[in-house]
């Protein structure tokens, strides 16, 4: 539904080049909840805002549905008029809301369809139908100022559908709120993403945001996607700072004469007793470190951090074991690769 | 004295009102001007802006009487004379235009960028973003600029008795001042007072009142802090 490739950004001021964006792929997919997740300054911001075109990148290209929008005419602001059509299929919110002060609710979520020309009675109707959905019925006369900040984010939600857009651009939609009504906001979100089949690009710096709605996930470091995929794939992926992140695990380096293992169960394998099943087959000792079971995109996924007795090379038979549970093992102080060769021995 | 009065009062707000009405006319979309051409405007052009800015500027440092004798052939080219009323309304709105559009130019940078950018996200061009974004809401200020503007140019005003355009500041200079009258200057010095505070108290209504439907209710933060002092000293 929206793809970036070789998406680069240079701001230029003073003669001093700050690169935003350094040559980003990004392939969202129809229907899917994906975040980008990163620290500020990493390109988040930027990124969104090429996806419409607010920032006119300095290469690549930037396709939603279908239509390639970077070569449309304008130039960011001064945008020709079928990327301005363009845009206006693609709803955006954002973390400071932006609403009009001047406006009433029902005001506000009638600007965007005030801006494609309709009738006064369909904008009527159609803004009285969003303030419904998003639950504010109620508040169509009041104005901003009047409403809470989750109100606030409803009604930047009801004006950003006003359009029937098939794609939701989220620029911290949830980052100057409160946990109780971000979690009110990414649930309204997610309802949204299933009830209207809607695509949702959000970026954010919480971890939560991605755990609690995201089906895919990138994280952005110094301008660059340097992990993104399906949370699953992400949770598979040795190594992942991604997968860590989203389940921190506590527990202390490994000694010399024991071993740690990172123990990631999802799906199927998370009914398995394999922890019990592992101490009598083998007949050793365990001890659990640490442990975080949750919900990741809908998805039952838990993290153990597990400490075996001996060195590695002594735990070779039992790790093997647990990855032919299907389970996915990451030994600490272990490359990925040399654990690969190790198993061989 | 009384009909000089009455008639010098309304010189003065026929004079004012026209040059305020053509000085919001013109220094509305001036104002506006200045903020889309400057750096990082929507019609970034830095050319324009440094010569709009550079026009505004010389108009704004030029003395008011040197101004009217400046526009002398300009004035009669648009009025047919030089003298009179009408004569006045063409160098006090030539003088205010540009005052105007620097207290526009305040306000409507004020107005958050976010804004802007939401519009531009809706598909909104420019003039959506000016129609719709920056005049909405930036009024309360372009209101309270207005009053401003109205003030100086009463004062402005007083100085088009120089070309018989009459009005209450000619009053007190040419009676009160000139032929010792200071019972009359006084007096219209008590109306000009009197005008500007009605017009100041109006102004200011109009900006809070706007500024009250974006739910900002309640007394103003001034008389609060004054309530809340009272209170204090009343418990201690």
């Known amino acids: 539904m929206i793809t970036t490739s070789g998406l680069t950004k240079v701001y230029r001021s003073r003669g001093r080049e700050v690169t935003a964006l350094d040559g980003v792929d990004l392939h969202v997919r129809e229907g899917e909840v994906y975040g980008v997740i990163g620290q500020s300054g990493a390109g988040k911001s930027s990124l969104i805002r090429c996806v419409n075109l607010l920032e ?28 301005r059509r363009a845009r206006s299929r693609i709803g955006m919110v954002f973390q400071h809301f932006n609403l009009l002060s001047s406006r009433t609710v029902q005001d506000n979520v009638e600007l965007p369809l005030e801006i494609l020309g309709k009738s006064g009675k369909e904008r009527s109707r159609k803004a009285l139908e969003l303030l419904d959905l998003v639950g504010l019925a109620d508040k169509a006369k009041a104005y901003p100022a009047q409403l809470s900040g989750g109100q606030k984010q409803r009604v930047g939600i009801a004006r950003a559908l006003a359009g029937d857009p098939k794609v939701l651009l989220s620029d911290e939609a949830t980052s100057a709120l409160d946990p109780e009504t971000t979690r009110s906001i990414l649930q309204l979100l997610r309802d949204l993403n299933r009830q209207l089949g809607l695509t949702v690009l959000l970026i954010t710096h919480e971890m939560d945001v991605v755990k609690s709605i995201c089906d895919s996930a990138a994280l952005m470091e110094r301008g660059r996607v340097v992990e993104s995929g399906t949370v699953s794939e992400l949770l598979a992926t040795p190594g992942s700072e991604l997968a860590s992140a989203l389940f921190p695990l506590g527990g202390e380096a490994p000694a010399d004469d024991r071993t740690v293992v990172d123990v990631t169960f999802q799906g199927e394998a998370a009914t398995q007793p394999v922890i019990s099943q ?9 001890s659990i470190l640490g442990a975080a079971i949750d919900t990741v995109g809908g998805l039952q996924v838990g993290r153990m951090r597990i400490e075996l007795p001996g060195r590695y090379e002594d735990n ?18 272990q490359e990925p690769v040399l654990l690969k060769e ?3 021995l | 004295m009384q009909p000089l009065l009455e008639q010098a009062c309304w010189d003065t707000l026929y004079m004012v009102g026209w040059s305020t009405l053509i000085a919001v006319v013109g220094g509305l979309p001036l104002g506006i001007l200045l903020v889309l051409t400057d750096r990082g405007g929507l019609l970034q052009n830095v050319l324009a802006n440094k010569v709009i800015g550079q026009i505004v500027n010389v108009a704004r440092s030029m003395p008011f009487i040197i101004l009217m004798v400046a526009l002398m052939s300009f004035t009669r080219w648009v009025t047919g004379t030089t003298i009179g009323r009408e004569a006045a309304i063409v160098p006090l709105a030539i003088g205010a235009i540009p005052f105007f559009a620097r207290l526009v130019e305040t306000a409507v940078r004020e107005v958050d960028g976010g804004l802007v950018e939401a519009v531009q996200s809706m598909g909104g061009n420019t003039w959506t973003v000016v129609r719709k974004v920056l005049v909405p809401e930036s009024l309360p ?5 207005t009053t401003t503007t109205i003030v100086a140019l009463i004062g402005y005003s007083a100085m088009a ?10 009053i007190a200079i040419r009676y009160g001042y000139q032929r010792f009258e200071t019972e009359l200057m006084w007096l219209t010095v008590a109306i000009l007072a009197v005008v500007i505070s009605l017009i100041q108290f109006a102004g200011d209504y109009a900006a809070r009142s706007l500024h009250r439907r974006g739910g900002q209710s309640g007394p103003a933060p001034k008389l609060r802090l004054l309530k809340a002092s009272t209170a204090t000293s009343k418990t201690v």
């Open chain 1, 342 to 344: 190790g198993a061989q």
């Open chain 1, 316 to 333: 070779v038979v039992p790790i093997g074991f647990l990855r032919e549970q299907g389970l996915q093992i990451d030994v600490l102080g």
């Open chain 1, 56 to 83: 006119r990148p300095t290469s690549g290209t930037v396709t939603v549905a279908g239509q390639d929008l970077t070569a449309l005419a304008g130039r960011g602001p001064r945008a020709g008029k079928e990327l």
């Open chain 1, 278 to 286: 592992l101490s009598r087959t083998y007949n050793i000792d365990i």
């Open chain 2, 141 to 145: 200020s372009v209101i309270a600029s």
């Open chain 2, 161 to 170: 008795g120089t070309v018989g355009a009459g009005g209450l500041g000619d």
